[in-house]
């Protein structure tokens, strides 16, 4: 049987980062064989690794497919080859082999020199205009732009796994388990929040409604206020749920802080909405004194963007929600442009939303009472996220009650 | 000290959809006190029972607060009043002391006569125009509505707890347990769809993308091709992974037909939704005969509706995909007009969408592998809701069988 | 169509602990019929209700069928009959039609007068010695005992649902939801072990070895310390791992005061289990000052007793350890005769097995982060469990810290 | 800063199986340093990789540390040093430094050639005795025993993951999800055990109650029967609910056929538990012809092994059980002796104690609706288990119905 060869290099923290392991699983899922050329460990846990590979297939085809695959976990051709571009058929279209993008780092070679792709995120496609390479949702696509076509003259940069510092991430590796001390890993993510912070690193909230309902609220309002939330994403229960909470001390007519029913508190819900709606607006709300506290008054107060996203689910919305959804992917992405940390609260929705328009090597924190919302969110691509299982409501008392002791 | 007493009401069948102890547990939440003055139970059971108390509290205030709460669980006042309407003072703005909707079925008295509300939800409010009352969201409330305020002169009618047929309904209580006989459930699941059908009753699905990765996508199409479903409410996730199988035989890259990783597979779901672009919708691909099998086609050719709500995380999402989540609100709401039974599948979001869009008395059947989307539909207020505890991909191949063997 | 009928009546808090519907409910379950010849309702919430119906069915053995359901709920005939009584045939033998107890308050009408069984708990035998009825597992019956058969001369009390008080019982029903306001809920439970212990009741805590992984192993100690836990009920993994943390600091390799990993720390899990056998039992660690804190040296210190009951999961397991699971579960109910309340935390197996020992109007709290515990337990008849889903590392302090602020 | 310095080599499929990856990371975590010598890796997938490394500390305890971490992944000391072993000192006590095992393949270096350690265990002690090296659990280690300690001497042969061939493991890795094509699992999982049965391998099912509430117990008696399972391992639980619905067509009093409640069906269950005292055993319940069909009939029929193993929470139990569950381990270890292939199905308890006793090497698939089991066995050390998140009532008749296509 005669074969098809092609030499691929690799290199980075090929063991450490699992590099290798991926590229052999690959081509060996896809029926390939290999050869081992040549390779070289870093001597120190510093010290970049390289190996050279011969990629082996049966046919022309399935040589394609390993390589189309491999290169996706950072293999790179030997020799380089131009990217390959062809225009878009019409708005909204990408031309028919138009190269999907991963979450990863991401370079073209193009005109000669590795530029890297702006905004890169997962399942999108790779827009060049004037010397600059750019990921670009498909709804975003206009009529002629160049668009990246196969896989040829692309390079992709697989992070690394964080290793040094004080960091939350280091003693967990990246599994979820509810079997871990809870006030210690409190600690640690107050640490991690406070150090991010410290050395001007963004750090942005995705939150569902169960944070006013497990009466984690005021705790979430504290973190705006003292400066270590630098972003706000969230849909319109959030919102509702905190202003409820807020001016009428209760989360779906429960009182939060006895947890009694409040009387007609069933209207409450409803009435807040209707409140914000006479106001016109959260920031109208809070300028007329009417909000005073909570999520969404300390955001309006110290200028905190937030973006709240409507969904099917909604009661109103909010006038501040924005309804169309694919507006609101592109407000999202805005508020998460050069973020370090995410942290993601009891949404899966939302969490998965902006798991989407992250870059892998951007630190994601989820902390939900439930594994299955960590398991979905890495079974989509987000597989750096750090899974926490707790109880919100006891959960992030106990990070701010840390972080109140390091200011 | 002096006691404010009111009289009031209730008859229906008190005991049996505990009427009666929901009535009395509001007074004693609410620290009021009754007197049972008169009560007949129904000598049997198709009977109605009824009972007239006085209800006692230390003041008027609290006296109000117990009769607006027990007015919404089916008591009503002696002597009837008048429904009492204010005009909205402008657009999405309801006056200040609106009456909030239960989903039950509801009644108000006006200009002499009890009318019934058309259209009743959850957390809306009650617009009378030209003699007619109907249940309007916010967004919908127009300046100048005339709109139901206070509690006087409305009437709830609890639904019943469903005994009589072959129902599965019947054996199962409200509860949701992963520990019944799956083959056997679906048998009554199967039986219920049969005879709903064959009575003219009309049942919609609201489903999310599981359906596809579980391998249940054969199933569900064949339940429309064969007339069983009359509707279909999603987002665009379903829509896209039901089209990347029909088409490419993949979900998410994942052969389904031997669980198998496709070559470049993960570019299937990005090359589905571009081409979903290029056709211009999904009727056109149909019309073009690019897409010739699976759920969306069987809805295309069959003309049953169908509605696809845009999400904050939608890859595209698909040109047939309501980006605005208000006016999808409105057009899940016409197909869920008259309808008998829905069923809810492997989907929170769209479930709790639904479930706020039902009067109680439709029969909602919920399959899903987590107990908590049922607990948490259930908390939401669609208490009427069956769970069903099992996995999709081998409950609804199951029910479709039994449904053959009817046909 | 001739009928069977049979009159029979019932009396308590009919409507309020829904005694009535279960009634009604079961009658109509199984097809019969009934006719209320009688009722009247407490006119005020501490009053009596008492009904008297005509049960009707099609036939004697239906209508046996029916009696035998509904007296289990509390029905009893109007005509009372003395019970009749069988011989067991050999050790381990009931006669055949023995009446299988439920875990309700029970009494039999036995030589003219009603005597209550002792030792209640759900199926189960009732022996009769002596003038002297008791509740008998199998295991524990004696060739020639005289055994409850049949239905007849046998009256259930069934419990009414729980209302004045500060009690946590209160306001949370019996449903169980991770959307509530920990820090409150947390509050009410210090106010319920606090006001119970106050009256001189006895608290009994069920216990998990995550008790120890999350980090509560402190608050339980204390909680022992401070005398407000008068029993422990454990298996080997709880004893094991709050040693290992009480010597060298670790729960499975852990360091649970930092989060990170002991050096040769998969060591100490079973160097525990060795030290405790070095030693010849707990008690003997303590007295040797090997153990100088934690949950087990509480125990040992504050003459609380304890038992630890064997499973095929142990390792080791310890010498203190029951590996006799029959002479375990006759050490688990001495520990329990005369509890007010149980509080179960992270343990499905004891839990279930505490709740199968219990009369069902003993107070059970349930601490897990998953719901499911609850859900099967309730399954499995201790209905009158109060689910509270949260994360036990968080919500065990907490509880702690508002005793601590109490006394 | 003064180095302490150790060489190691490791072998085997060092890439593939992440091997060099864990050392890595165990050396780091650790804050040792390492700098790699000598490294070749397999230039074709079933080529042996090699690598020599120099582990570097701070001083020799770190070292000692690191070293023993590391030999634990299957590094070795270049310089192979003679196994120490110290006598127990009494019955159940094992010296200090005792060596606790892994459930991976292990050697020891004695008397100058490498020895397999015989029923390899995670969590126990080596006895070395005329010769041969055995695990051996605490609770038969007896005074005198000669015992390894300290980490000189032992070779550990980490298992590689496996590749080949038609194997359920081949396609989804170790992961568990929901989210997976339901019909084909099935397929595979039947194929796997219809082609580990014809090879002559050995396949034991630990199973739980949910298999007959569910309505699989016909399906897994069917394996049985048709000889696909060679040992059952399981508690009370299945066994009582088994023969409660093999003689009464129940399980907790529920039809198992039409899911209706059985008339006095609260009787069955205890009702069976009597019925088995009273014939004395399972075995003479079959010879009586009292039991005629079922899971635990297959077995006595066939000549199937079965352990019952006792729990605290038991009702009974049965005859049959092994009340302590220290005999219950040993019975047990006898059957999954030389085991191919553990199924476990529906039982948290019975699959973390098989979990305990299974070396690394064997196939584990657990089949369980929440995803929560399968994290916990992994956890606990049984990490090459392969989660199936599915609905068993659903599930094991599919695999049967495959098996069947194929007998």
Same mark, same amino acid.
């Given at each position: 049987?005669?074969?098809?060869? @092609?030499e691929?290099?690799?290199?980075?923290?090929?063991?450490?980062?699992? /590099?290798?392991?991926?590229?052999?699983?690959?081509?060996?899922?896809?029926?390939?064989?290999?050869?081992?050329?040549?390779?070289?460990?870093?001597?120190? %846990?510093?010290?970049?690794?390289?190996?050279?590979?011969q990629?082996?297939?049966?046919? @022309?085809?399935?040589?394609?497919?390993?390589?189309? $695959?491999?290169?996706?976990?950072?293999?790179?051709?030997?020799? @380089?080859?131009?990217?390959?571009?062809?225009?878009?058929?019409?708005?909204?279209?990408?031309?028919?082999?138009?190269?999907?993008?991963?979450?990863?780092? $991401?370079?073209?070679?193009?005109?000669?020199?590795?530029?890297?792709?702006?905004?890169?995120?997962m399942?999108?496609?790779?827009?060049? %205009?004037?010397?600059?390479?750019?990921?670009?949702?498909?709804?975003?696509?206009?009529?002629?732009?160049?668009?990246?076509?196969?896989?040829? !003259?692309?390079?992709?940069?697989?992070?690394?796994?964080?290793?040094?510092?004080?960091?939350?991430?280091?003693?967990?590796?990246?599994?979820?388990?509810?079997?871990?001390?809870?006030?210690?890993?409190?600690?640690?993510?107050?640490?991690?929040?406070?150090?991010?912070?410290?050395?001007g690193?963004? /750090?942005?909230?995705? !939150?569902?409604?169960?944070?006013?309902?497990? !009466?984690?609220?005021?705790?979430?309002a504290?973190?705006?206020?003292?400066?270590?939330?630098?972003?706000?994403?969230?849909?319109?229960?959030?919102?509702?749920?905190?202003?409820?909470?807020?001016?009428?001390?209760?989360?779906?007519?429960?009182?939060?802080?006895?947890?009694?029913?409040?009387?007609?508190?069933?209207?409450?819900?409803?009435d807040?909405?209707?409140?914000?709606?006479?106001?016109?607006?959260?920031?109208?709300?809070?300028?007329?004194?009417?909000?005073?506290r909570?999520?969404?008054?300390?955001?309006?107060?110290?200028?905190?963007?937030?973006?709240?996203?409507?969904?099917?689910?909604?009661?109103?919305?909010?006038?501040?929600?924005?309804?169309?959804?694919? @507006?609101?992917?592109?407000?999202?992405?805005?508020?998460?442009?050069?973020?370090?940390?995410?942290i993601?609260?009891?949404?899966?929705?939302?969490?998965?939303?902006?798991?989407?328009?992250?870059?892998?090597?951007?630190?994601?924190?989820?902390?939900?009472?439930?594994?299955?919302?960590? $398991?979905?969110?890495?079974?989509?691509?987000?597989?750096?996220?750090?899974?926490?299982?707790?109880?919100?409501?006891?959960?992030?008392?106990?990070?701010?009650?840390?972080?109140?002791?390091?200011?």
């Amino acid at each position: 049987m005669s074969k098809f060869i @092609q030499e691929i290099e690799v290199s980075g923290h090929l063991i450490d980062s699992m /590099i290798l392991t991926k590229i052999f699983d690959k081509i060996m899922d896809l029926k390939g064989e290999f050869q081992v050329e040549e390779i070289s460990i870093g001597k120190r %846990k510093k010290d970049q690794s390289y190996a050279r590979l011969q990629v082996i297939a049966k046919n @022309q085809k399935r040589l394609d497919e390993i390589l189309d $695959t491999i290169y996706r976990e950072g293999a790179v051709s030997k020799v @380089q080859k131009e990217v390959v571009l062809k225009r878009s058929p019409k708005n909204c279209v990408m031309p028919d082999d138009f190269y999907s993008t991963t979450n990863n780092r $991401t370079q073209i070679f193009h005109k000669g020199r590795w530029i890297r792709v702006e905004n890169i995120m997962m399942d999108k496609c790779i827009v060049v %205009k004037s010397g600059r390479a750019s990921c670009v949702p498909v709804r975003d696509v206009k009529k002629g732009d160049p668009i990246v076509v196969g896989d040829k !003259g692309i390079k992709i940069i697989p992070p690394e796994r964080p290793r040094e510092g004080v960091n939350v991430f280091e003693f967990m590796g990246s599994s979820s388990s509810s079997e871990r001390p809870t006030q210690h890993i409190a600690k640690k993510v107050a640490d991690d929040i406070f150090e991010t912070n410290r050395k001007g690193g963004k /750090i942005v909230i995705v !939150g569902g409604p169960a944070i006013v309902h497990t !009466g984690a609220a005021d705790a979430v309002a504290e973190l705006i206020k003292s400066g270590h939330i630098h972003g706000v994403l969230a849909g319109n229960a959030l919102a509702v749920h905190d202003i409820e909470y807020a001016t009428l001390g209760t989360s779906l007519g429960m009182n939060v802080h006895d947890a009694t029913l409040a009387f007609r508190g069933h209207r409450n819900h409803m009435d807040t909405v209707n409140a914000v709606f006479k106001a016109g607006s959260i920031s109208n709300m809070v300028k007329a004194k009417k909000l005073r506290r909570g999520i969404m008054y300390e955001c309006v107060k110290n200028r905190v963007p937030f973006v709240l996203a409507g969904s099917i689910r909604d009661d109103g919305p909010l006038p501040d929600v924005i309804t169309d959804v694919a @507006q609101a992917q592109r407000e999202y992405k805005k508020i998460l442009k050069d973020t370090s940390m995410v942290i993601m609260v009891s949404t899966m929705l939302h969490s998965i939303a902006t798991g989407n328009m992250l870059p892998a090597d951007v630190k994601v924190i989820v902390v939900d009472i439930s594994q299955s919302t960590v $398991t979905k969110l890495m079974d989509r691509g987000t597989w750096q996220a750090l899974g926490i299982v707790s109880d919100v409501g006891a959960f992030l008392p106990m990070v701010v009650q840390q972080i109140r002791k390091k200011i």
